[in-house]
C-alpha cells in the first residue's frame, strides 16, 4: 500500500508545480513531503514566518538545509503579528482562531511574493486525509463515525481553511495550490479502512511518514511531531497577549 501511496502523492505535487514554485514551509511532515517531491522536477525555494526561536524557524532551518533548498524566514515580532492579523481581518471578518493561523500564512506569501514568486504550495488536507489532528481521536473515544467526519472535513476545506488561505494569497498576487488536496489521493486513502489510518496516536499520520521515507524526506522532518501553524510560528502567544485589544478592535474575534 505505501509504495502505490507514494507515486500517488508525488504525481499530485507534480500537477501543481510551474517551472518555479515556492512552498510554503515548516519543517514538518507534510510541507517537506511536498518539497522533497518538488525539488526533482522544479526550482523550489521554501518560506516560514515565525518569532526568533520558534520551533518551525528552528525546523525549517534544519530540514531545509537538509533538503539543500533555499529558505527564506519571515521574522514575525508582535506589532507585525497584529497588523497581518488586522489585515486579514479586513479580509476574512471571522473569530480569532480561525484568523490567527493566518498570520503565518500571510507573512509567508508575502515573502515569496517579495521574491517574484506567482504560485505557493501548501501542505493543507493531510491532517483530513490522514487523521492528523487529536481531536479525531477522542471523537473515536465518544463513539463518533471518525470516518464520515474525516470525509465531510475534507470535502469542505475549500470553503473553509483552503478557501481562507486562497483569499489572502491573492490579495498579495500569490496562487495558493494544495497538493494534498487531490480526487485519486482521498480516493484511495479514504477506501484505507480507518483503523489503520488511526494506529499512532503518539505521533499521528503513521501512513504518511512511511511514504515519506520511500519519497526521501529527511529523518528530522518525518519523526517531527504536529504541531499547528500559529503555534509552531508563535504566533499563537503573542496574540494572545493582546486578545482584550482584539475582541475590541476587531469585531467578530
Known sequence: ?????????????????????????????????????????????????????????????????????????????????????????????????????????????????????????????AEELFAGYDRYYIYREEGKDVDALLREEYRTLPQRDMGYVKKVCRSLGIEARFPFYDKGLADAMFAVPIEE??????????????AAKILGVPDIAVMRKKKAMQYGSGVHKMLIRRVEEINRDFPGS
Open 197 to 210: 489510518r488511526m494506529d499512532d496516536r503518539a505521533l499521528k499520520k503513521g501512513i504518511l511518514r512511511e
Open 1 to 125: 500500500m505505501i509504495l502505490p501511496l507514494s507515486e500517488l502523492i508525488s504525481r499530485a505535487v507534480e500537477q501543481a508545480l510551474e517551472d518555479e514554485v515556492a512552498v510554503s514551509f515548516s519543517g514538518g511532515l507534510d510541507s517537506s513531503v511536498i518539497a522533497s517531491i518538488a525539488k526533482k522536477h522544479a526550482r523550489v525555494e521554501l518560506f516560514t514566518a515565525g518569532v526568533d526561536g520558534s520551533e518551525d524557524v528552528q525546523y525549517a532551518e534544519k530540514t531545509a538545509a537538509a533538503l539543500g533548498l533555499p529558505l527564506t524566514v519571515s521574522r514575525i515580532d508582535e506589532e507585525k503579528a497584529m497588523a497581518v492579523y488586522s489585515k486579514c481581518h479586513s479580509m476574512l471578518p471571522m473569530d480569532f482562531l480561525k484568523l490567527e493561523i493566518l498570520v503565518p500564512a500571510y507573512c509567508a506569501a508575502q515573502a515569496a511574493a517579495g521574491k517574484g514568486h506567482k504560485v505557493m504550495l501548501f501542505g493543507s488536507a
